[in-house]
């Protein structure tokens, strides 16, 4: 048993997260060791006056962070190791926390009736093949061509046998890898990505190498900097504004990269959630290199969160690859919702659901730039987020704490940090994951955390 013990004086309301800090801070200073136990929830609870509940959710949120363990019949235990890494978003929302973690769309009671709506029209309308099939080309020929529609809105011109559906982005971006990405190869990205690519990585088993960005994202020296020093086989790249610093790559930059993987045979991943969203974009960077890009978007970000279907758009060379490895992962993109998508891009339900979140999420960067006018922020008005560096000395993940003892989270810049090189502490911050009304209030804190005198951040956790 440990002779340290969290300090009562210092706990601070909600008191199971307040508990939480003060043992992973002591943990991460080296006063608690790798292996050592900790007290008993009950011998916790009554040296600090709490409740059996209060601390044992504060060993949950610690479990849940990978910084201890339970056993059952031996107890809880520090472990520095973590096994796998933190989404940078709340698992689950409670109840007295704003959570700006997550990247959602704006979503009203609206949403929820149109897919009440849907789904009724779905019980009268199911096509048996949509029920009764195992083969995808019997069920989908159908959604492929109404595809090819909405794909032209993203910029892009295809023919439907080079179009998937998929369950979502997610689904896409990783059959993608899979076919194009062998164990032991090597794929390219930008220093701040995509928080999934890193454990994506290793299940997949390819290497990983973050590369220097800019205002307008990965920088195309670096990319042809990289492939002559390594073997690079795949470069992935989010250009429009879902990227976590919410840049917008310019049209030359796009044919730039383009250039630069066909220079060295690279294939591109890209990763275009927000489609048509974000307005006056430049073409995606498919439309500058057709034959080696892998293009990927969906609708649960732009139209509403429970329509998870995507559409993986690949070149000839990789049609096979996509279709073997999407139905060994996932067999097929899940019928019923498909028919939804389907129906949406066609009578133009989705259009118009995306136009209504384009001025929704207009307002919000309205209040975003009231809110954090003197804070230098980076964001873009179609985007789903804000990204906020932080200022001085401050500790991200102390910064990330505190917020979360004022009733807010928000999402670590380090859950995106891909490259090890020099960093600059960072977070990011939704503005659709909740009312206008929560977004203003987060965001003060926010402001008010960071405007403020960061040693005192330190006294109060």
């Known amino acids: 048993m440990t002779l340290w013990r969290p300090d009562p004086d210092l ?51 610690l479990i849940r962070r990978g910084l201890i363990s339970g056993e059952i019949g031996r107890g809880s235990f520090v472990q520095t190791r973590r096994r796998e890494p933190d989404p940078p978003y709340l698992p689950e929302r409670l109840g007295e926390v704003i959570d700006l973690s ?74 993608a890898l899979m076919s194009v990405a062998p164990p032991g190869s090597t794929v390219a990205t930008e220093a701040i990505g995509h928080h999934t690519l890193i454990p994506l990585a290793t299940y997949l088993g390819f290497n990983l190498e973050g590369l220097a960005i800019d205002d307008q994202g990965m920088i195309p020296e670096a990319l042809d900097a990289a492939c002559r020093e390594s ?13 976590p610093t919410a840049t917008l790559m310019s049209a030359e930059r796009r044919e730039a990269i383009a250039a630069v993987a066909r220079t060295h045979d690279l294939a591109i991943i890209e990763n275009d ?33 429970g329509l998870r279907i995507g559409y993986l758009a690949a070149p000839d060379r990789y049609v ?46 309205d209040i975003a730039a009231e809110v954090l ?29 505190q917020a979360r003892l004022q009733g807010v989270a928000i999402a670590p810049g380090a859950s995106f940090r891909i490259s090890q090189d020099e960093w600059r502490p960072a977070v990011r911050i939704s503005l659709g994951s909740t009312t206008e009304d929560e977004l203003r209030a987060g965001l003060g804190v926010v402001s008010k955390l960071l405007l403020g005198d960061p040693e005192l951040l330190l006294l109060a956790i």
């Open 11 to 61: 706990i601070r309301r909600p008191a199971y997260l307040s508990l939480a800090e003060q043992i992973a801070r002591a943990i991460h200073e080296g006063r608690l060791q790798s292996g050592a136990r900790l007290p008993t929830h009950r011998g916790m609870a009554d040296d600090l006056r709490l409740s059996v509940q209060t601390v044992s959710r504060a060993y949950e949120e």
């Open 273 to 305: 959630v927000l489609g048509p969203l974000v307005e006056n974009r430049p073409p995606p960077v498919a439309a500058f290199a057709p034959e080696r890009t892998l293009y990927v978007t969906s609708f649960t970000k732009i139209v509403v969160p």
């Open 373 to 401: 006018a003197d804070l230098p922020y980076r964001a873009h008005r179609n985007g789903l987020h804000v990204w906020l560096p932080l200022s001085g000395e401050r500790s991200e993940e102390g910064f990330v704490a």
């Open 231 to 243: 073997p690079i086989r795949a470069v992935f790249v989010q250009p429009s504004v879902i990227n």
């Open 102 to 175: 997550i990247l959602k769309p704006v979503c009203e009671p609206m949403h929820l009736d149109r897919m009440k709506r849907a789904l009724g029209w779905l019980a009268e309308n199911l096509p048996a093949s949509s029920a009764l099939s195992f083969r995808p080309n019997v069920v989908f020929p159908r959604h492929r061509a109404v595809a090819v529609e909405w794909l032209k809105a993203c910029g892009l011109d295809v023919s439907p046998q080079n179009v998937s559906l998929t369950n979502g982005a997610t689904a896409g971006m990783t059959v």
């Open 320 to 365: 096979a690859a996509v279709a073997n490895r999407h139905l060994v992962s996932n067999w097929m993109a899940t019928p019923m919702v498909a028919e939804i998508a389907t129906k949406w891009v066609a009578d133009g339900t989705a259009m118009e659901l995306v136009e209504w979140q384009r001025a929704a999420l207009g307002r919000r960067h």
